[in-house]
């Protein structure tokens, strides 16, 4: 498969192999429908999971968004651990259609939109975004992701981002540090890194 696949809109002829599998974390598990053409689609990738336990919730009214969601593990997982409402947003059908299959299957608080980037949510405002972000797709789309965050978070929100030290770990906080004047290492794990930043009040 080509490795574009995951991150574009349409996964075009590629075939459907839908497959299903279980995750445990903290006491809960988890159900997840997956297919070809979704990223980690046999289980939940190390970077995800080293954001699920270092993952913590604001106390606010406004819902916690996860952008570039996939089928939709940390929108799912953090809405059941913490009783959140979450927003997720997709650019890939299948995926898309896959999260709200697991939606379902979790029983989840959840509401997904097939969005390219903040396109569906523009006018939205939300107490944490979390983010794997879409290395593959160019940095000039991992930027989009954090700027947009920046213009859509409440007065003391928080970015959550995990991303590779190989893949762009320094070049991301660099950009974080000029955006919110902040940026934390909250945790580093086999070379995976969890940086937060929040949106200090103007």
Not at 27 to 54: C, H, R
């Amino acid at each position: 498969m080509n490795n574009l696949h995951y991150y574009s809109k349409n996964v075009g002829d590629l075939e459907s192999k839908p497959a299903k599998f279980t995750y445990h974390i903290f006491e809960q598990t988890f159900t997840f429908n997956t297919d070809l053409g979704v990223f980690s689609k046999d289980y939940i990738d190390f970077g995800t999971q080293v954001m699920l336990k270092a993952f913590k919730p604001i106390e606010s009214e406004f819902p916690i968004l996860d952008m570039g969601s996939g089928y939709g593990p940390i929108g799912i997982i953090v809405s059941k651990l913490y009783n959140k409402q979450v927003i997720m947003c997709e650019i890939n059908e299948r995926a898309y259609n896959l999260s709200l299959k697991n939606i379902k299957e979790n029983n989840a608080d959840v509401i997904a939109y097939n969005s390219d980037l903040y396109e569906k949510i523009s006018d939205s405002t939300f107490s944490q975004i979390i983010t794997n972000p879409p290395i593959r797709a160019g940095k000039d789309i991992v930027f989009k992701i954090y700027d947009g965050a920046y213009e859509r978070l409440i007065d003391n929100g928080e970015l959550w981002v995990v991303i590779q030290k190989k893949q762009g770990m320094d070049s991301s906080k660099k950009h974080l540090l000029e955006l919110f004047n902040n940026c934390q290492i909250i945790k580093k794990d086999k070379g995976y890194y969890i940086l937060k930043s929040i949106k200090m009040p103007s």
